[in-house]
Structure formats: structure tokens, C-alpha cells
């Protein structure tokens, strides 16, 4: 019998990002999960603090050049590899100049801050699935982490829905807990955690994308934050983790009323059992 084909897609691995207990995580459950016999893929943003080559990244030029049009222009996808350690498993990392250099003015590792992070939200799902496509992979499983890949079930369930590499593919969403800055040397008690807006024309941008606007409708109403695109990756989801100490009453209530299968983990340790009880019942 063939392994199953799991894909993760995440905002932070560990060691290419270090900056919580969420990049920890991001490692330690591929490779649990490529343990329990599945064949595993992982994909990130190259953001501009991973250190390509202490990480020994390297471009791979048969799955780099795609150009993807945002906004009235063309952006070209860069792809680059590397294996994480000691699993072997393959990380690919999503590069573009335009949105993944590192710039004096960014508040975290994720540029939290940045006025373009709806281009940038687009460019990094938009790239995954081309990505994932072409390496005619064909997953049964995309888990999803971290609201810079909340756009991946939506594109799943609507932007891709007739390619067969996604024909049976179901995916899972986990809300992590929200990013905690790190007290700096000197000082008692850390920043306030950046808040994050989406501009109003990531909307706009969906639909050029070829997203139907009856499906972006409900989210016009709400504010652009990252409870936000929590919803509009609830919403394309099949199922649902919560990974913080409380689950978000705004977001269960979401779940609720979307009718979507949701799950509560707390504790230390990365769940694979649990996740990997929750897989095989969206395979079955």
C-alpha cells in the first residue's frame, strides 16, 4: 500500500526561523507524522532573517520562474530547498525580492508590519500550490499553519478545484497561539505584539486571482485583521485545530455555524497521534 502524501504549509520552521514555540512545533510535527509512514513535504516564506547559508538553502531552477500577476504586476516566483535534519524531509521555501527581502523597518521576522502584506499573503499561497503542482505531488493532506498561509483552503476548495494534483486533497487548519515578543536584554516586560492590517483592496486583488466574489463577500464585512483571515481559512477548511491554551469563543462560534469539524489540543508535545487519528479520518 502506498504512504499517504501529506503537505504542511507553515509560517516559521525551526531551525530556519527560531522565534517561538510555533517554529518548534512546525518542525517537530512533519517529522513525527514521517514516522507514522507518510511521505512529507514542508513549505515556508523565505523570509529575509532565515540565513540561507548557514540553512544551506539552494535554488531549484526547474520549479522557479513562475510569474505571478498581482495588482497589475508581474512577480517571479523563486524557489529554493533544503533538508531539514535528521529527517531528511524536503523544506521549500518561497522567494521573491519584492516581498521576502528584509527591511530596516520591519517589526518581526514575518513583517508584520508591512503596508503590502495582502500582496505578499497571495504571492505566498499562490506560489505553494504552482509549487506543489509541479511537483506533480499529489496530497491527500495540506495542513496549514499561521495566518500567512490562511489563504491555502480557499485556493484548495475554489482557485484549484478542477487540477487534478487537488481533486481529493482535504486540509487542515490550526490556529497557533499569537506571536509573543521576546523581552530584549535591559528592559522588563516585552513589546506589545505588532498588529497586523490588511488593506481593503486584498479583496480586489482575490478576485483578479479568479476568486468568485460571492466568496469573499462575508469578509468585506469584517475587520482586516488576523482574526479574519482565521475565518476565511475556517470557512475552506475540513477541519479545524485549535493549538492555544483556550480555544477563541469568536472563532469556535465561527466553526459552528460554518459546520465545520473542530478540535481542541492543549498541552506540550506536537500531537501527532492526535493529528494523525485526525488525518486518517478525512482519508477514510
Not at 514555540?21 to 510535527?29: D, E, P
Not at 498581482?70 to 516566483?77: E, M, R, V
Not at 523563486?78 to 527581502?101: E, G, T
Not at 513583517?111 to 503590502?116: E, Q
Request: overall charge negative; proline content about 6%; aromatic content about 10%.
Amino acid at each position: 500500500m502506498a504512504a499517504h502524501k501529506i503537505i504542511f504549509v507553515s509560517q516559521e520552521i525551526s531551525p530556519y526561523l527560531s522565534v517561538s514555540a510555533n517554529a518548534a512545533w512546525g518542525r517537530s510535527l512533519p517529522q513525527s507524522i514521517q514516522q507514522r509512514k507518510y511521505e512529507v513535504r514542508t513549505f515556508m516564506p523565505d523570509f529575509g532573517d532565515i540565513n540561507e547559508r548557514r540553512n544551506q538553502l539552494h535554488e531549484v531552477i526547474r520549479l522557479s520562474g513562475v510569474n505571478i500577476p498581482i495588482a497589475d504586476a508581474d512577480h517571479p516566483l523563486v524557489v529554493k530547498v533544503a533538508s531539514m535534519q535528521p529527517s531528511r524531509i524536503q523544506v521549500y521555501f518561497m522567494d521573491n525580492d519584492d516581498y521576502f527581502q528584509k527591511l530596516k523597518s520591519d517589526v518581526d521576522s514575518f513583517g508584520t508590519d508591512r503596508p503590502d502584506n495582502d500582496e505578499r499573503i497571495i504571492f505566498y499561497s499562490r506560489g505553494t500550490m504552482e509549487t506543489a503542482r509541479k511537483l506533480r505531488w499529489e496530497p491527500e493532506i495540506i495542513q496549514v499553519s499561521g495566518w500567512f498561509s490562511a489563504l491555502i483552503p480557499l485556493y484548495v476548495k475554489r482557485l484549484f478545484k478542477g487540477d487534478p494534483s487537488f481533486a481529493s486533497t482535504k486540509t487542515v487548519y490550526t490556529v497557533l497561539p499569537d506571536f509573543v515578543p521576546a523581552v530584549k536584554e535591559g528592559e522588563n516586560e516585552a513589546p506589545a505584539a505588532p498588529e497586523l492590517k490588511i488593506d481593503q483592496s486584498f479583496f480586489d486583488k482575490l478576485v483578479e486571482e479568479g476568486i468568485a466574489k460571492r466568496d469573499l463577500t462575508p469578509f468585506r464585512e469584517m475587520t482586516p485583521d488576523v482574526r479574519m483571515l482565521h475565518k476565511m481559512a475556517i470557512k475552506f477548511a475540513d477541519a479545524v485545530v485549535f493549538q492555544t491554551p483556550e480555544p477563541d469563543a469568536e472563532l469556535v462560534e465561527y466553526c459552528e455555524a460554518q459546520g465545520k469539524k473542530w478540535k481542541h489540543f492543549t498541552g506540550e508535545g506536537d500531537h501527532a497521534d492526535e493529528y494523525d487519528a485526525l488525518y486518517k479520518s478525512l482519508m477514510a
